[in-house]
């Protein structure tokens, strides 16, 4: 079993940044990608950005050049650098990880005001 435990979110206004950390622990494979995801109101859950073990990176693209995805494979952990964030950035954010199976965090929640 794998535990992932976001932090990091909270309320921002329209421009500002946050940086979204996610911590792994339990049965943590060498290779593996972890991501993060976002689900806004009324909306599904969307790709956000992942990232591999060996620092491959993937982005939506509505996301380029404003988010960026980092890991730190010696904790286990992955974070997220979010700036000029908009309003429609707001949404729970989502943590995962996916080795053998697929795991997720309980999510952390991100208002961007305008």
């Known amino acids: 079993q794998v535990q992932l435990v976001e932090s990091g979110g909270g309320l921002v206004q329209a421009g500002g940044s946050l940086r979204l950390s996610c911590a792994a622990s339990g049965s943590i494979f060498r290779f593996n990608t972890m991501g993060w995801y976002r689900q806004g109101p009324g909306k599904q859950r969307e790709l956000v950005a992942t990232?591999?073990?060996?620092?491959?990176?993937n982005y939506a693209d509505s996301m380029k050049g404003r988010f960026t995805i980092s890991r730190d494979n010696a904790k286990n952990t992955v974070y997220l650098q979010m700036n000029n964030l908009k309003p429609e950035d707001t949404a729970v954010y989502y943590c995962?990880?996916?080795?053998?199976?697929?795991?997720w965090g309980q999510g952390t929640q991100v208002t961007v005001s305008s």
């Open positions: 995962n990880v996916k080795q053998f199976n697929t795991y």
């Open positions: 990232i591999t073990s060996a620092g491959s990176t």
